[in-house]
């Protein structure tokens, strides 16, 4: 097991550092030499596609994290409604779904029941399915019409990591394969967007490069009883999918909130010495958002939060209220998912592990739920 490590000290670790392939794999061979996305794979006709009034992601745990941050994008580029559902609160609430629906499950494994039930109860209301999976051959790439493989490579930590940056990537992929099918203003968009994609996997071994102080505020955080995530935009998934790291392998409360919420209920948990992590959106993010945030961060620090901010390369504005900024590079809004999970992935993985846990099998829980 030690030489399939890789000479890391878990393979969680080692599927952290894996991520920069991991995107890279399932970008490659996904456009033509002009640069115009092309997914033959898919085997739903094109005429079909543009049909599709309605996208539904279904997905547990991890996977639903990245559907719900895939939401963001796949509306905006698409124009197309786009819902995110746990797959076992789909299954069971009369949804509705007709021919012209697009039912995009997630699944790592391929194998987890929920998902699976959610994609039969799909095609049984006729709705179109493409299962979007790390497995060759799996179970629910098989009862879909369509799969789109991540390539993100076999993962083996429970703590799912490379395949939920490779699960952004592909349903990425996917909307903006949707934008360029069915023309309108985001269909040259799409292009840059695939340029600006490619250039991801070095920012993140950039940004992998780097975490040693991350490292060092997780050690120091060994007792922490609970540790808060707020983000907001695509960032709000992100805080979600940081807690959920947290929580699964350092067996520390943590919850995720969008930032906006705030002050509808969570700052009131807020009391002197609670640490919150605040995953900033980048200061391009439309509607002012980076700034709200930043005022977030100043209402939080102003009763006692220890603020750990997650902010882009020469955001400054995060500065004064920041106990610690964690950086990230520079990067396009909707993008940005792909870099700000690493610290948070790095900082639960460091974390258990200075607790002396077992960092790839926590208790409790199965690297696929096969079980209802
Ligand atoms: C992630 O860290 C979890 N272990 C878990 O939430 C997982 O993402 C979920 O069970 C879904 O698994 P799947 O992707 O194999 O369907």
Redesign the pocket.
């Known amino acids: 097991a030690a030489a399939e490590k890789g000479g890391h000290s878990s393979f969680m670790e080692k599927e952290i550092l894996e991520q920069p392939t991991a995107i890279a794999s399932t970008l490659l061979g996904r456009t033509d030499a002009e640069g115009a996305l092309v997914l033959d794979e898919l085997r739903i006709s094109e005429e079909q596609l543009r049909a599709v009034t309605k996208i539904v992601i279904v ?5 639903f994290y990245s559907g719900m941050t895939a939401k963001y994008a796949i509306e905006h580029w698409t124009r197309i409604p786009c819902e995110v559902e746990l797959a076992h609160e789909f299954r069971y609430r009369d949804p509705v779904v007709d021919q012209h629906t697009l039912v995009v499950s ?7 029941m929920d ?1 699976l039930m959610a994609v039969k109860h799909a095609r049984e209301l006729g709705a179109l399915t493409i299962s979007i999976c790390n497995t060759h051959g799996a179970t629910i790439p098989r009862e879909s019409d369509a799969v789109l493989y991540t390539h993100a490579g076999p993962e083996i930590a ?3 990591t490379k ?1 939920f940056t490779a699960q952004i990537t592909a349903c990425y992929v996917l909307g903006l394969y949707l934008a360029q099918l069915r023309g309108g203003s985001y269909a040259e968009e799409a292009q840059q967007v695939m340029r600006e994609l490619h250039e991801i996997p070095s920012k993140v071994e950039t940004l992998l490069a780097g975490m040693d102080r991350v490292r060092e505020i997780a050690r120091f955080m060994a007792d922490t009883r609970s540790v808060l995530f707020l983000g907001r935009h695509v960032g709000y998934p992100i805080a979600l999918e940081g807690a ?2 947290l929580k ?1 392998i350092a067996y520390i409360h943590a919850e995720g909130f969008a930032a906006g919420e705030l002050k509808h209920g969570p700052i009131a948990l807020i009391e002197p010495g609670q640490p919150v992590f605040i995953v900033v959106p980048g200061p391009d993010t439309p509607h002012g958002l980076h700034g709200k945030v930043v005022s977030n961060i100043q209402e939080i620090r102003a009763r006692g939060a220890r603020t750990l901010v997650i902010a882009e390369e020469g955001d400054e504005d995060v500065v004064p209220f920041a106990d610690e900024v964690i950086r990230v590079p520079q990067a396009p809004p909707l993008l940005e998912p792909l870099l700000t999970i690493v610290p948070l992935q790095v900082f639960a993985a460091e974390l258990a592990s200075a607790k002396g846990l077992d960092v790839d099998q926590p208790r409790n ?1 199965a ?3 096969t079980v209802e």
């Open positions: 997905a547990c745990g991890t996977a997630i699944s790592q494994s391929g194998e987890t998902t429970v703590a799912s395949a959920l790291k699964e829980l690297k696929s739920v």
